[in-house]
């Protein structure tokens, strides 16, 4: 569904990703992992055409996507939840959630605000706070809540979990299968690993901008050298 | 007592109009951060189509209430078109361009619209007819007041909360707020943001033309509106916080009842001076703003802008070195100039000594705007400072010319250390806009001091000393002098002090990590363009022999960025060629084409959009590609 | 002899709290790893040491001197020496006058109005590039660099003013693995030959093992954690750290 073929990017002289290659199917969760700096953030950005490419393709659904505008790319059907939140301060939960809302793409029920507030309760409550004044776990809902308005296809989750507590992570985490549940692909970016092998299938370990590691999450539980060689200390 | 409550009227019912434009300017920047030049162009194109809408519904009948309020609402819709086609042909090509060449875009818009006004309705004031069944006063506290102004009060607030809603309560309004706060995370929720520009422009110039247009039965429509309203409006918008909307209202309020006040309390004596405050309405407005921006850098109920990615080619290249070609070059322009007496005629000679003093004038803001980075709104204000100083020190002090033309540059100098001072703790368009304040002060504190400076009416019988008196030898004073301090400017540029002004440029944050203190050098950056620029103001006075307040107004400055823009930012030769192509123009073609203010307009803008780096720059970019 | 102590430093942005009464103390000479996961508030630490922020409460002395209430300018010129995580040089100058501009700085040549810049130090710059190995490159623009070159520069201009104590945030963040190892190295060689004291954050472990003679590893604004390499690698708290906090098993 989405192919990421030998991409390299980075930030003006910077460079950040080298050569990185990446499948993701469709209803799969994979999760990309690495110390920060390693290249998740900008593997995900950069599928967004939010940071340049110096060379290589991205194909979502049979399109060539890599030369799109942002924009256009999130109405192709991918969601983009950023790893700051991002969320708008100065809007309400409710104003967040309808800037995110497009009309369906066929596949699946459309989302609804109704149809989030059951899915993630604790939104429902806040309808009319200012985003800015939400905690931090509230947010992170929030953010996705809010791309999920856009009725993606395929979503990309970067580090959702930090500086979450334990039972915010937890819900996440029931959120993620959730959705996978639907029928969605999930493409996360994550440091936190327990949470991310948790609801992944698939697991990439990338390392200064390149592939270490592709296989199932299953594969990478039982290979604890790998863990502690590129994630841990 | 009434003649306060009348002022405060009055005050409410400036800031109704204030806001409307600054409401669109805001709006505007608030989204695309770009700050529309030209706002104040399409005002003034509001007044003067209402004028004609109106005529045409009235045909030669009396005006109806259909005629009048349509050709109020055709006026300021056109203008809303006006703007959405003005976003989609020119500012959506320099939305990646470096902040100066979308301010220089959005100026040759206002270039032409000035001439598009004047084809269309001729330089004259067209006075308008007054509203229907709003034309007569009512009595407030015994004195009369008018019912339209009373009208145009309640306009201010009414738009407010259509705005208000427009934004909040509709999925537009929702869209634009969002993008205002992040734009790349609108982006990334299938916001397509082409459409959101061109509304949020089209709405901007709709709110600008009903301002204009609205004012139709109180001023005349007039062809210098233009300037006026956008120094207004970028007063408010400044005060208030660039891209609020309550800010802006916030703002229009203060600044309408400021000036309101100081036509309220009339002359006022101190220190055996008479100071008029009605005439220095300008001067107080500029002072409020600068207070704002001292303590509140974002305005009354704005915030720190989020920064925005590099613009992709805003990077500075290498300074070029003078290599042997050019250094002969130098020589042979300088002998060629040296010899010109003996064969130019009277009237070249003029003109080459015009180009001499802008290009002495260019240089000293190329200075300011290329190797320091601080780009100037307002550097007539040193221009003029030292016209001025040197005419008065003339004329006043009765000090002989060859010292009066120190005089001048030593006083543009002193209101460079104290302009410089505030100016050195902003950036960016802030920076770019307090200078632009400081500029209107210095013009309107000599526009209004007419027992000194002779207000309008400028200072005549300003001429050199009897052995300079005769064309060639002030040519020859002209060319020695303004020779001599682009030479001195071009060493600065090389030396360590101008190492140090580009590297706190290049990087505040690295020059600051060496141990650079990045605000002395960006003062002293200041003091030294201004003083070049005080001399060549010095010179031209003396040239003409009498001096206007023109000298220090929006035109000279906005002159002075079009010459250094139209050479090219990045070369030292630039301005000098952007002097003498833009002095060329303005004394040649300007003879010979009517509109060639309009024809400038065309020129930056094809130049804008097509070579981003200048005259100059282009040539040279294109010899090092070829080499 | 102590080069720099941080004494019980907090810092907060709107009511978050960012740095968390942080001590730790520098030794002449030495070379210390300062790392942890995104936020755990190493840039604001760095940023605080080099006068771009101001603590809330705490304070910060170089060899003696409080200079935690002083502005940057200051603050660099006494002696310390500082690496940005996005290089910064000064881009429309060659590599040789990047340098040429720091070692003016240094010596307060900058308020000279009529002197050639270009003829100035420029003996001292072009040793100081043959030290980092960038002599071949001295005539070239800073803009036409690659980013490991740009890397190299940076550290040319830091160690221009003679600095006793340098400041680097992410060495080699933004680098071609390979560059990173060499660029480490280089500047671990250069501690060792100046005695300088290097304080650098870090994501790339392999650099912090091989290099730093003692890690502090901070989380959520705390130091949870410091002491040699191998003690840092066995802490249970650090693993945990980087890991992630404990969750519900799958």
Redesign the interface.
Known sequence: MLSIRSISAGYGPARVLFGLSLELRAGEVSVILGRNGAGKSTTLKAVMAMVPLSSGQIWFSGKRIDRCATWEIARAGIGYVAEERRIFPDLSVLENLEAGRRSARGHGSPWSVERIIALLPALGPLGRRRAGTLSGGEQQMLAVARTLMGNPSCILLDEPSEGLAPAVVERLATLVRTLRGEGMAVLLAEQNMRFALAVSDNAHIIEKGGLRFSGTARQLQEHADLSAEYLAL | MSSIVLQFLNGLTSASTLFLVAAGLSLIFGITRVLNFAHGSLYMLGIYLAYSAIGVFAGGGGVTHAAFWGGILIAATVVGIVGALLEVTVLRRVYRSPELFQLLATFAVVLLAKDLVLWLWGPEDLLGPRAPGLGGAVEILGSPFPEYDLFLIAVGPLILGLLWLLLHATRWGLLIRAATQDREMAAALGINQKLLFTSAFALGAFLAGLGGALQIPREPAQHFLDFTVIVDAFVVVVVGGMGSIPGAFLAALLIGEVKALCIGIGDVGAFGFSISLPKLTLVVESLVMAAVLIFRPWGLMGRALAVLPDPAGARQALLEKSTPRMRMAGIAIIAGLAVTPAFANEYSLVLIIDILIFALFASSLHFLMGPSGMASFGHAAYFGLGAYGAALAFKHAGFPMEISIVIGPVIATIAALAFGWFCVRLSGVYLAMLTLAFAQIAWSVVYQWDSLTGGSNGIVGVWPAPWLSGRVAYFYLVLVLCGAAIGVLRRIVFSPFGYALRACRDSPLRAAAIGIDVRRFQWMAFLVAGGFAGLAGALFAFSKGSISPEVLAIGQSVDGLVMVLLGGVQTLSGPLVGAAVLTWLQELVARHIDYWRALLGLIIIVLVVAFPAGIVGQLSSRRRTAE | MTILRVEGISKSYSGALVLDDLSFELEAGEIIAMIG???AGKTTCFNIL?G?LRADRGQVFFADTRISSM????I??LGV??T?Q?????????VA?NV???L???RG??????????D?CRDEAQRMLERLGMLAQAAQ?C?A???GD?KRV?LA??L??HPRLLLMD?PT?????RE?LELMALVARLARERELSVLFTE???DIV?AHADRILLLEQGRLICQGAPAE??ADPR??RA?????????
Not at chain 3, 71 to 74: G, L, Q, R, S, V
Not at chain 3, 243 to 250: E, R
Request: charged fraction near 20%; aromatic fraction near 10%; proline fraction near 4%.
């Open positions: 996961p995104n936020g080099d771009q502005e940057t300018h200051e660099l010129r020496g500082r940005f996005i290089a910064a040089t000064f881009h429309s100058f060659t006058e040429q501009i720091a003016l700085a240094n040549l900058l308020w000279n109005l009529h002197s050639a810049a270009r100035l623009s803009s660099l690659s980013y740009l940076e201009i830091a221009a003013g992410e963040a933004g680098m071609a693995p990173r994501h790339d472990m093992f840092v690698r650090a693993r980087y890991l992630g906090h404990d969750l519900g098993a799958p």
